[in-house]
């Protein structure tokens, strides 16, 4: 008898024992912020790929976006693709002050990561564009870009293509109701294609998303102060939200948030960065509305993987991201923190840095037995200052080269000169 109670009483503990157990659990899985040393300035951890992924974005639609995103062949010289300014294999952009396109051509403005562009709600600094498909319109016709002469041209050269083809019509043969390339392969598939692979470029699970999700050990010290700086700064007001941009919650929507740099020009520090960095010479938001009162306005860019995107601002200009912080708390903030919190902030932010998904080279289709850029690339869309050049370089047949026969003048001269020459010797010895 007494046996059976002492079992019955074993079992009743070891059973409370596995409620408590289990109902610990449930509390540690319950996002609990509370017990955290430091109250997240931000308490929304990334949002992840289900929240940007738009239902008909298929396997085979974003495989197809990755090649055209790959493929350097639809830029003029065949050499530009959307990768060369925006590596996927690092920070999503070129690692330069200002993109280089074409020819070695420069633009004006630093080329943004595209790591998590999918929870924009408008795309470019300027926000020109509200979507990531009418965005992609842009570096194919730019001249400092992919610089092909129009649309029409780029395609042309993937129609020419039976493996795009044949992948436009698994993709969009059921939606257009065509096989013909000429109305599969538009410029509306192509940037729909490739929006759909650049939504899949979401970075989450940093360590401050691990911090956000109850993991009081995934920041450390100096993160947390750089956090507690942030905020005191107040940093916050304009890089919120779990994007660190002001703006997530209604991707592609072209609802944009944009601020001035620099916000307290009259600040003396931040009138050396003015002048060091070139801020305010270029217009910024005021471009695209026409108003005055948008004047140097920007975009306010996101923090996630900003270590990984030197140099900084969009002009490009500003080296370290130490540099950028100063710059921030000068220029936005009117304020001048110390050395240390400006390293702790830096330390901060590296807490920003996601997993990146693992990115494979695609294989891209190739037509058969003959290359996909023309043999004269180089020379076919050149514009019309320097086709004149040319016609003068080569004469109206198109095959003697001025050149050579100014070569064969000299060489005539120069003989005959030393046929005088000679003859004069002789005669002076005679
Ligand atoms: C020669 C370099 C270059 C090439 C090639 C290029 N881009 Fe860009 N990209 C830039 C620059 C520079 C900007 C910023 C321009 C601006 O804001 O005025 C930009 C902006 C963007 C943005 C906006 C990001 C943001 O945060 O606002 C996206 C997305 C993007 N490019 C995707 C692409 C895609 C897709 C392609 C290929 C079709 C491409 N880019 C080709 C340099 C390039
Ligand atoms: C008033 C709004 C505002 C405040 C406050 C603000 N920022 Fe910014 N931040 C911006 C804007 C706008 C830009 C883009 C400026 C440009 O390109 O010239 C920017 C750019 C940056 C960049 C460069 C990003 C890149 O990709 O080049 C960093 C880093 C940054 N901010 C960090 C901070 C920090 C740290 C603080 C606090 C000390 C701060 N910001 C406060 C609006 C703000």
Redesign the pocket.
């Known amino acids: 008898m007494g046996r059976r109670l002492q079992l019955l009483l074993l079992m009743v503990a070891v059973s409370i024992l596995l409620l408590v157990a289990t109902g610990a659990a449930a509390a540690q899985e319950d996002n609990d912020t509370d017990d955290l040393p430091v109250e997240p300035v931000v308490d929304e951890p990334h949002p992840g790929y289900e929240y940007i992924a738009q239902e008909d974005d298929t396997e085979e639609k974003i495989e197809l976006g990755e090649q ?2 790959f493929d350097p062949r ?2 003029e010289t065949g050499t ?7 590596n996927v294999m690092e920070g999503g952009d ?1 690692s330069r002050p ?5 020819h070695g051509q420069t ?8 790591w998590n ?1 999918g929870f ?1 709600h ?8 509200d979507t ?1 498909a009418e ?2 319109e ?3 016709v ?1 001249d ?3 610089g092909m002469p129009d649309h029409e041209a780029a395609l042309d050269r993937i129609r020419a293509v039976d493996g795009y083809v044949d992948q436009y019509e698994e993709v969009y043969g059921d939606e257009i109701d065509s096989d013909d390339p000429e109305d599969l392969i538009t410029i509306e598939t192509t ?1 729909d294609a ?2 759909a692979y ?1 939504r899949t470029l979401v970075t989450p699970d940093s360590p401050y998303d691990q911090y956000v999700q109850g993991d009081a050990d995934a920041l450390d010290e100096q993160q947390l102060d750089g956090m507690e700086a942030f905020e005191e700064l107040g940093c916050q007001s304009c890089h919120n939200g779990p994007m660190f941009s002001g703006q997530w919650d209604e991707p592609e929507s072209g609802e944009g948030f944009y601020m001035p740099n620099p916000t307290f020009e009259e600040n003396e520090q931040c009138q050396e960065y003015v002048e060091e960095y070139d801020f305010m010479d270029h217009p910024g938001r005021m471009g695209v509305t026409d108003d005055e009162a948008d004047e140097f306005h920007y ?1 306010v ?2 923090l996630r993987n900003v270590e990984h995107t030197a140099p900084y601002m ?1 002009t490009g200009q500003v080296p370290t991201l130490e540099e950028s912080v100063r710059v921030m708390a000068a220029c936005q903030l009117d304020e001048d923190p110390s050395d240390e919190e400006v390293e702790d902030i830096t330390a901060f932010l590296t807490s920003l840095t996601g997993e990146y998904p693992e990115q494979e080279m695609p294989r891209l289709p190739n037509p058969s037995g003959e290359s996909m850029v023309p043999m004269d690339a180089d020379t076919e869309f050149e514009d019309i200052e320097e086709e004149v050049d040319d016609d003068e370089a080569i004469d109206d047949d198109g095959d003697t080269i001025p050149g050579l026969s100014l070569g064969a003048a000299i060489l005539a001269l120069a003989i005959a000169t030393a046929t005088v020459l000679i003859g004069y010797s002789r005669r002076f010895n005679q």
């Not at 530009?80 to 925006?86: A, D, K, L, Q, V």
């Not at 200002?98 to 074409?102: D, L, P, T």
């Not at 633009?107 to 595209?114: I, L, Q, R």
Request: aromatic share 6%; charged share 10%; proline share 8%.
């Open positions: 055209l995103y639809i830029s530009i693709s959307c990768n060369t300014c925006h070129d200002v993109a280089m396109g074409v633009g004006p403005v630093a080329s943004p990561t595209v562009s924009h408008t795309q470019f600094w300027d926000g020109r564009a990531l965005q992609a842009g570096p194919i730019a400092v870009e992919m940037t490739i929006a650049e975009k860019p996101t969009h």
